[in-house]
Every structure is written in C-alpha cells, then in structure tokens.
C-alpha cells in the first residue's frame, strides 16, 4: 500500500517497477523532504516582522491620515458645485469667537441664532430662485422625556429649521440634517458641533445655488440643546409641522477636533441606505464594529440620533468627527485645531450623500425597502463595502466551512506526498489544534494581565498622551501569547517523522479551523462585526487553493509566500480597523468613569486586532531558525517599554492637549427639616472624577485635607445631599470637599410651596410648588415610607412604570428662551390619615451654568490650584433639601 502511494505521486503504475526502483525513489524523496524542510537563516525572521511593520507604518498610518486638499474661494469657479472649504473655516472662526453656547445663555439663545439667520439669508439672496423654495422656521418648543432613569423637562429651547424645496417638486418625503449649536460648560464646541454647523450651511449653500434639482425637499435642523440630553431634537420630532414628513437623518456629530468622519450608525433595517453612501461619498469612513460597539453602551457617549430613531421614528446615518477627542467638551476645542482639509473632507462627503438621498427612488416609501440590517465598511478610506446582514451570514459560514474543507483537503494530500498515515497527520492536526485554542487565550490573557498589573500599581492609562506605548505594553504580550505554544512544541519535537514544512503548515491549518469555528459561533449569536475573521479566512482559503493546485503546497515552506502575500490585504485592512478604533477609544478611557479598568478595553481591543492582523502571519516566525531569539526579542521589546512607561513619559496627562477631566461645583447647600427651620447649612466643592486614577494625581499642587467618598458618608440622605445633575448613577464615587467660606450663588433659587390641598379623607394630599433660578434646575423626589406618588405635572409614564423607576425620581428643567418661574404640583397617598406626618422628601438643585455667571474669590483661588494638566468642566450650584 505504501509503494502504491509513492508511485500514485509519482504518476506511474506498479508495472514494470522494481523494488530497486521504489528504494530509489524512496532515498530520492527522503533527500528531497529533509532538503525542502530546512529553515531558514534566523536574521531573517526579524526581517520578516520587520517589514508587516514597515508596511502598517507606509500605508496604513499615512491612509488613515488622509485628507483632501480644501477648496478656496477663489478656486470655486474653477470647481462650481464643490464645497468650499474656506468659505466654510471662516464661518468657524466667527462661531468660535462666541465662547461657550450653553443651553440657556445668551450666547446660544440669541448671539448664534442671530448668526444662523443672517447666513441663511445670505444664501436665500444667493439662491437660483426660478428652481427652489427656502423656507425658514424658529422653534421655540417644550415638552419631556425619560431617558437614563430621568425625567427630562425642557422649556423654549430653540431650533432654527430651514427647508430647501424644488419648485417642480411634489413629494411629501423629507431628507433632514441635523447639527447641533450649543455647547457643553466651558467647552468652546469648535468640533463639537460648530463644525458640523459650518458644514451644513455650505452644504445648504451649494444645493440652493445649483443648476441641478432634486426630488425631495430638505429640512436642515440647527437644534439648540442637544448637550442637555438631546432636548431640541425631541422637540423637533415630535412637534415640529415638518417633522411627520422627515423620511430619513442625516445626524452630524463631532466627538474631536475634526480629521474625518465616521459613520458609526444606520438605517436601523433600512440597507438602502448605504448603497447611497457607497455610490456618493468620496472619502468614506465607516464600520459596522463602531456600530456594534456604540449601541453596547461601550462608549460614554449618545447623539440626536437615537431621538430620531426612537421617536420618529426616522432611519438614517449617523456621523461624527472623531480625530483627537482629547479636546472633546473642553475648553481646548477650538477653531485653530481644525484644518481647512478635515473640513473639506466632511463637506465633500455630506454635499454628495445629501444629493444621492434627497433623489432616491426610496425615499417615496422607505418601508417597502425596510430589508434588515447591513454589514459595512471602508477598505482604508478607498473604497467601501457593504451587503445585507443575511449576505454576511452566507459569506462567513461559506468561508468557514471552506476553511475547514481545504484543510481536510490539505491533510489528505500531505498523507500522499508524506507516505504518513492520515491518523498519524490526524494526532499531529489535533495537538496543534489544542496549541492554537492555547495561544489564542494567551494573546488574549497576556494583554490583560498586563492591565491588571498596571492598574494594580496605579499606572493606568500610561498610552494616553503616547499611544505609541500600546505596542510594548499590550501588541507584544499578545503576539508572545499567540506564538509562544506553538514555538514551543515545535522547537522541544524536533525528531518527528513529519516534515518541519508540514507540521508549520498543519498548525496554520488548526488556526484556521480554531477561527472557522469562532466565526460560526459570532454568525450564529447575530454579531454582524464577524465579517472581520470571514476576511482572514477569506484570504487564507484562496491562499490555500492556490498551494493545492499548484506543486508549491509540497515544496517545503515555499507555501508560506503564498499565504504571506495573502494575507497583505487582510493585514492592511485589519491592523487599519484597530487603529483607528483604539484611536478612537484612547481620549475616552479619561472620560469614561472610575470602574472598570480602562486598560482591559485597550488591552482587549490590541489583542484582538494582533490575533486577527497576525493570526496567520506570526507562526510562520518559525520557518526561520531559532524562532525563540525571535520571541526573546518581543520579550525584551515589551521590557523596554515598561521601563519607559514608568518614567515621566508613562504619565497620561499633559496640558491642553492630552487633560485629566475633574468635573465640578462649587455648591452651597441647606437643609430644612418638617417643620421648616434651617437645619444645617454649608458649602464645599463637589468633584466628580472621570478616570481611573481618582483625585490621585491632584495632590501635587491642590490642598485635598478633608476630602471625602460621598458613598462612605451619604447614609439615607436624599441624592447624598448634592445637586448630582447628569451625574447621579455614580454619586457615590464622587468626591465632596467641605470649605469654610460660604459659595456665593449669582442669584438665588427660589422654591415656594403654594398651597397644600387635603383630599380623599386625609388619605391623599396635593402640594403646589413655584420654582425660580438659572435655566438648569433639578428635582429629586422621595415619598415617605407606606407613601405612593399618585400624580404629578411632569410625564406620568415614570410614575407608570414604578417597578422601573425607582425613587428617589429624578427630573431635571432646561430652559431656553423661556426662563420663567415654574408652576409644578405633586399629589400623594398615604396610608393613614394622619396629617402631622411628613409625606416626602424634596430636594432641589441650581446649576449657574452659564459662562457669564459669576463664581466668587475662594472659588476662583481654588480652580487655580489645579494642575496645569487638569481641566474642569465646573459652576456654581446650589442644594436644598426640604420635607414636606
């Protein structure tokens, strides 16, 4: 049966063959397997990781980086219809000499709207007026919603809203765009959002003033609060006149200081929507891992979108500028970090996006194309793909199923050439196998371990300001983890009778199955972001028919060029995925609370990236000789970046560009028992920190003595006696620090309890309420034990679903324009007669928030004190705590 194998190979019968012949051919084969199976020199194995390096460093880096030229002014005749970059910056640098716009200010009610208008009609006597219409509407509007165990209750916010209309147009479907003006505290919103701002003027510009109409008119929605939990955009749609014909968003966001925009966000079920994306946009930049990653809460963020989405609802795109979020809601957003380029960029891609939507077929009746959820993506800012979820689910199980079969195919056909048996080659495949579930769970388990070290030495977030350090302190744990098993088996076996060629060849097999296998499992549990393994088996699967079918599968390690030349494409487009989604991530790790540890995130999403970027790439080290210097040299790459990191390189923070965020208030705060007398009066600071490393870093120059854990002194104290405001899921962490001086408020918030009605027998008791301040209050409300909140003026359906909301219930009250005293009521049941009895507690809060309010002399001392690398979001507030 043996002689029968070898001469099956070798292409000839038994007849005529002699057992001189078949000894022959045996030596022969044996010299040629011991001559194929030879390693190669070990210098080379450097090399070769050396150059996948090169290779991220000259196309990756550099496409993730790119940018149009902007177009000037003077260079619009030559290019008509194109967005104007220049014309655009300039309408930046006026909003950007604005200061902040909070909700509520005069700055944001007034000095920016009376901008919008006059722009817009700047362009209304621009526009080609025998073929479009341009209607202008400012909304002052009120209303409430729920949203993150809040009642959120707003009054006169503002939008202005401008409507684009062909004259030949009758259609009733509306495209909308929608930015936002306003501005977090202090942040001067440069990039978030006036840069989408600017956007959507030019863009507006250019529809109105071309030759060339469209099908379906659109709304351009300049929505005035969207910093204070999306209020405008709700107002929007659900009151606006317009707002039932809006068919489709597109939602423009900022989250950094320019660079391109993401598309994290679609549809959702409307897959239409990005093959309009895919035939306009000239720059695109998207995935459907963003998105997956966004809607599981990963990031400390939200948009306009999800009210259009929810309450419209309206499908659509969601977008957002995200190069260097470090400046994301500080007071270093600003005009001169933003190129002319990065607004280009934008311009040119919303321009197309919004002529291909407003003339889609679709948009006359989206529903008939509701067709489920998409898989996308961009391939380096080249071009961009995209297919139906069920088409995703046909690829990845077709390729994984593939994957497995060339392997089996691969094994059999070793077994011929080998003269192994199949069992033998079947064991080999099955250790392997095991060696390659081994090394997966160390690429992943290196990386966070090193996590875990370092936050348990207080070094957390040491990449912040250099991410360069993620190569040594998490790339290299996990490619020592994905390589080590597997070098290790086979430098200790070296006297095998299978060839050093093969048995390589089998372990990338049993990568290949191990990752087949996990790519079913994502496909089947619904995770569209699998398309990311589909690609590298994808390639590893085209890799290997092209060994098969050629005599190379059988020629030492001349196979490995095969699959090292397949796998550039998946290696490009994977490595560029991570980065620009780790570049994504590192700004928010200084924003994204107290718990968890930040470097698990990082750390996952490294290894991640290196096991998908080198899965198929890194074993191939040991076609060199001495593979284990290769890994030494790892080894002693991820020391010297740990000794780096633990000098003043590793320290996160720097000024201006890379800062720790310490929110905070300076808060005078009363207590008032049942009987109404003044129970305790104080003030302090109330820190809420936004990262791992606490108040830690801020001893070096603030004097911190009697700084406390509100959570080890809040007892049964409604809020624990703070006006928390967005930030009450995690009042306990925060951090209270009591001052001598009493907190000078600018003007005083007033609560005054109108009347007091009895009804139903004593049982059931309504208070009547008048409420004056700045234009963001608080309430917080803690009905008695055996007492039951009835009714109330604000939504009732927080009140409906008790088991969901529990108290103390929170509301907060935006004002816009209309910053009038408050008229509220709540009624209550009791459960006896007794009126001599307190019914609820009542807590009430007042955010100064505005950049003009005045904070006193302590207060001012004391923000001084903070490091040069520090930046508070921070205002004057007051608490009062009332029973009734």
């Given at each position: 049966?043996?002689?029968?194998?070898?001469?099956?190979?070798?292409?000839?019968?038994?007849?005529?063959?002699?057992?001189?012949d078949?000894?022959?051919?045996?030596?022969?084969?044996?010299?040629?397997?011991?001559?194929?199976?030879?390693q190669?020199?070990?210098?080379?194995?450097?090399?070769?990781?050396?150059?996948?390096?090169?290779?991220?460093?000259?196309?990756?880096?550099?496409?993730?980086?790119s940018?149009?030229?902007?177009?000037?002014?003077?260079?619009?005749i030559?290019?008509?219809?194109?967005?104007?970059?220049?014309?655009a910056?300039?309408?930046?640098?006026?909003?950007?000499?604005m200061?902040?716009r909070?909700?509520?200010?005069?700055?944001n009610e007034?000095?920016?709207?009376?901008?919008?208008l006059?722009e817009?009609?700047?362009?209304?006597?621009?526009?080609v007026?025998?073929?479009?219409?341009?209607?202008?509407?400012?909304?002052?509007?009120?209303?409430s919603?729920?949203?993150?165990?809040?009642?959120?209750?707003?009054?006169?916010?503002?939008?202005?809203?401008v409507?684009?209309?062909?004259?030949?147009?009758?259609?009733?479907?509306?495209?909308?765009?929608?930015?936002?003006?306003?501005?977090?505290?202090?942040?001067?919103?440069?990039?978030?959002?006036?840069?989408?701002?600017?956007?959507?003027?030019?863009v507006?510009?250019?529809?109105?003033?071309?030759?060339?109409?469209?099908?379906h008119?659109i709304?351009?929605?300049?929505?005035?609060?969207?910093?204070?939990?999306?209020?405008?955009?709700?107002?929007?749609?659900?009151?606006?006149?317009?707002?039932?014909?809006?068919?489709?968003?597109?939602?423009?966001?900022?989250?950094?200081?320019?660079?391109?925009?993401?598309?994290?966000?679609s549809?959702?079920?409307?897959?239409?929507?990005?093959?309009h994306?895919?035939?306009?946009?000239?720059?695109?930049?998207?995935?459907?891992?963003?998105?997956?990653?966004?809607?599981?809460?990963?990031?400390?963020?939200?948009?306009?979108?999800?009210?259009?989405?929810?309450?419209?609802?309206?499908?659509?795109?969601?977008?957002?500028?995200?190069?260097?979020?470090?400046?994301?809601?500080?007071?270093?957003?600003?005009w001169?970090?933003?190129s002319?380029?990065?607004?280009?960029?934008?311009?040119?891609?919303?321009l197309?996006?919004?002529?291909s939507?407003?003339?889609?077929?679709?948009?006359?009746?989206?529903?008939?194309?509701?067709?489920?959820?998409?898989?996308f993506?961009?391939?380096?800012?080249?071009?961009?793909?995209?297919?139906?979820?069920?088409?995703?689910?046909?690829?990845?199980?077709?390729?994984?199923l593939?994957?497995?079969?060339?392997?089996?195919?691969?094994?059999?056909r070793?077994?011929?050439?080998?003269?192994?048996n199949?069992?033998?080659?079947?064991?080999?495949?099955?250790?392997?196998?095991?060696?390659?579930v081994?090394?997966?769970?160390?690429?992943?388990?290196?990386?966070?371990?090193?996590?875990?070290?370092?936050?348990?030495?207080?070094?957390?977030?040491?990449?912040?300001?250099?991410?360069?350090?993620?190569?040594?302190?998490?790339?290299?744990?996990s490619?020592?983890?994905?390589?080590?098993p597997?070098?290790?088996?086979l430098?200790?076996?070296?006297?095998?009778?299978?060839?050093?060629?093969?048995?390589?060849?089998?372990?990338?097999?049993?990568?290949c199955?191990?990752?087949?296998?996990?790519?079913?499992?994502?496909?089947?549990a619904?995770?569209?972001?699998?398309?990311?393994?589909?690609?590298?088996?994808?390639?590893?699967?085209?890799?290997?028919?092209?060994?098969?079918?050629?005599?190379?599968?059988?020629?030492?390690?001349?196979?490995?060029?095969?699959?090292?030349?397949?796998?550039?494409?998946?290696?490009?487009?994977?490595?560029?995925?991570?980065?620009?989604?780790?570049?994504?991530?590192?700004?928010?790790?200084?924003?994204?609370?107290?718990?968890p540890?930040p470097?698990m995130?990082?750390?996952?999403?490294?290894a991640?990236?290196?096991?998908?970027?080198?899965?198929?790439?890194?074993?191939?080290i040991?076609?060199?000789?001495?593979?284990?210097?290769?890994?030494?040299?790892?080894?002693?790459?991820?020391?010297?970046?740990?000794?780096?990191?633990?000098?003043?390189?590793?320290?996160?923070?720097?000024?201006k560009?890379?800062?720790?965020?310490?929110?905070?208030?300076?808060?005078?705060?009363?207590?008032?028992?049942?009987?109404?007398?003044?129970?305790?009066?104080?003030?302090?600071?109330?820190?809420?920190?936004l990262?791992?490393?606490?108040?830690?870093?801020?001893?070096?120059?603030?004097?911190?003595?009697?700084?406390?854990?509100?959570?080890d002194?809040?007892?049964?104290e409604?809020?624990?006696?703070?006006?928390?405001?967005?930030?009450?899921?995690?009042?306990?962490?925060?951090?209270?620090l009591?001052?001598?001086?009493?907190?000078?408020?600018?003007?005083?918030?007033?609560?005054?309890?109108?009347?007091?009605?009895?009804?139903?027998?004593?049982?059931?008791?309504?208070?009547?309420?008048?409420?004056?301040?700045?234009?963001?209050?608080?309430?917080?409300?803690?009905?008695k034990?055996?007492?039951?909140l009835?009714?109330?003026s604000?939504?009732?359906?927080?009140?409906?679903?008790?088991?969901?909301?529990?108290?103390?219930?929170?509301?907060?009250?935006?004002?816009?324009k209309?910053?009038?005293?408050?008229?509220f009521?709540?009624?209550?049941?009791?459960?006896?007669?007794?009126?001599?009895?307190?019914?609820?507690?009542?807590?009430?809060?007042?955010?100064?928030a505005?950049?003009?309010?005045r904070?006193?002399?302590?207060?001012?001392?004391?923000l001084?004190?903070l490091?040069?690398?520090?930046y508070?979001?921070?205002?004057p507030?007051?608490?009062?705590?009332?029973?009734?």
């Amino acid at each position: 049966m043996r002689h029968k194998d070898k001469n099956s190979v070798l292409g000839t019968s038994n007849e005529g063959v002699t057992e001189q012949d078949i000894d022959t051919v045996e030596v022969e084969m044996s010299i040629e397997a011991k001559r194929s199976c030879k390693q190669l020199p070990w210098y080379f194995g450097a090399g070769f990781l050396m150059a996948w390096m090169a290779l991220f460093y000259a196309i990756v880096i550099p496409l993730s980086n790119s940018l149009p030229n902007g177009l000037k002014v003077a260079e619009e005749i030559e290019k008509p219809g194109e967005f104007v970059a220049e014309r655009a910056e300039i309408l930046l640098l006026e909003i950007d000499r604005m200061g902040p716009r909070v909700a509520g200010d005069v700055a944001n009610e007034v000095v920016i709207y009376d901008f919008l208008l006059n722009e817009i009609e700047k362009i209304r006597s621009e526009m080609v007026t025998d073929l479009f219409e341009l209607e202008v509407d400012v909304q002052h509007v009120s209303g409430s919603y729920m949203r993150d165990q809040l009642m959120n209750v707003y009054r006169g916010v503002q939008n202005v809203i401008v409507k684009l209309s062909a004259k030949n147009s009758n259609s009733t479907s509306y495209l909308l765009l929608n930015s936002h003006t306003d501005t977090k505290p202090g942040a001067w919103g440069a990039g978030d959002d006036a840069f989408m701002v600017v956007v959507m003027l030019e863009v507006l510009r250019q529809m109105s003033i071309s030759e060339k109409t469209f099908l379906h008119p659109i709304v351009f929605l300049f929505n005035g609060a969207e910093e204070q939990s999306l209020l405008a955009a709700h107002g929007f749609i659900t009151q606006h006149k317009w707002a039932t014909s809006c068919k489709t968003v597109i939602n423009l966001e900022g989250a950094g200081s320019g660079g391109r925009e993401i598309l994290f966000q679609s549809g959702p079920n409307h897959p239409w929507l990005m093959r309009h994306y895919r035939n306009s946009v000239k720059h695109p930049f998207a995935t459907t891992l963003a998105e997956e990653i966004f809607q599981a809460g990963l990031i400390p963020s939200d948009t306009d979108f999800r009210i259009f989405r929810d309450y419209g609802p309206v499908p659509g795109l969601d977008m957002a500028t995200v190069k260097n979020g470090f400046v994301y809601h500080t007071k270093f957003d600003r005009w001169a970090l933003i190129s002319q380029d990065s607004l280009q960029n934008s311009g040119d891609n919303i321009l197309a996006l919004t002529r291909s939507i407003s003339n889609a077929e679709e948009m006359y009746d989206i529903e008939a194309y509701s067709e489920g959820h998409s898989v996308f993506f961009d391939f380096l800012g080249l071009f961009f793909i995209y297919y139906y979820e069920s088409t995703g689910v046909a690829l990845n199980m077709s390729f994984s199923l593939g994957g497995i079969l060339v392997v089996c195919v691969s094994l059999w056909r070793m077994s011929r050439v080998s003269c192994e048996n199949v069992s033998t080659l079947a064991c080999e495949f099955g250790i392997f196998l095991l060696l390659a579930v081994f090394g997966f769970l160390l690429a992943f388990g290196f990386p966070l371990l090193m996590s875990v070290l370092y936050d348990a030495g207080d070094r957390t977030m040491t990449y912040f300001s250099n991410s360069w350090l993620l190569i040594g302190i998490f790339i290299c744990p996990s490619l020592i983890g994905l390589v080590l098993p597997t070098t290790l088996y086979l430098t200790l076996r070296t006297k095998e009778k299978i060839c050093h060629a093969y048995r390589l060849q089998i372990a990338q097999h049993a990568h290949c199955v191990f990752l087949s296998v996990i790519c079913i499992i994502l496909t089947i549990a619904s995770f569209r972001s699998t398309y990311l393994c589909m690609i590298s088996l994808l390639f590893y699967f085209g890799s290997q028919v092209i060994n098969l079918l050629s005599t190379l599968h059988n020629r030492g390690y001349f196979w490995a060029l095969i699959i090292s030349a397949g796998q550039i494409i998946p290696f490009l487009y994977l490595s560029y995925r991570f980065y620009s989604i780790i570049s994504i991530v590192i700004p928010m790790t200084g924003r994204n609370g107290l718990s968890p540890n930040p470097d698990m995130l990082v750390a996952l999403l490294c290894a991640l990236g290196s096991i998908l970027s080198f899965g198929f790439l890194a074993p191939l080290i040991n076609a060199f000789r001495r593979p284990n210097c290769i890994i030494g040299g790892l080894v002693l790459t991820m020391f010297i970046f740990c000794m780096i990191t633990l000098s003043h390189i590793g320290f996160p923070y720097r000024s201006k560009t890379n800062v720790m965020r310490v929110d905070s208030m300076q808060v005078n705060r009363r207590f008032y028992d049942y009987d109404g007398s003044l129970s305790l009066e104080d003030s302090g600071y109330y820190l809420h920190l936004l990262d791992r490393h606490r108040e830690q870093p801020l001893h070096q120059t603030m004097n911190l003595t009697n700084l406390q854990r509100l959570g080890d002194t809040c007892g049964d104290e409604l809020m624990c006696g703070i006006p928390c405001y967005r930030w009450c899921a995690s009042r306990n962490e925060a951090r209270w620090l009591p001052r001598r001086e009493p907190v000078e408020l600018p003007y005083p918030t007033v609560l005054e309890l109108i009347n007091r009605t009895v009804l139903d027998n004593g049982y059931q008791v309504r208070y009547f309420f008048r409420l004056s301040g700045p234009p963001n209050l608080g309430l917080f409300v803690k009905p008695k034990l055996g007492v039951k909140l009835l009714k109330w003026s604000f939504d009732q359906k927080m009140l409906d679903y008790a088991g969901t909301y529990k108290p103390p219930l929170q509301i907060l009250i935006t004002s816009g324009k209309d910053n009038s005293p408050i008229d509220f009521y709540f009624e209550l049941l009791k459960s006896d007669d007794n009126s001599d009895m307190p019914v609820f507690e009542l807590g009430v809060s007042g955010h100064y928030a505005s950049p003009t309010a005045r904070r006193d002399n302590s207060s001012l001392e004391f923000l001084k004190t903070l490091p040069d690398f520090a930046y508070s979001m921070e205002w004057p507030s007051s608490y009062e705590r009332h029973i009734f």
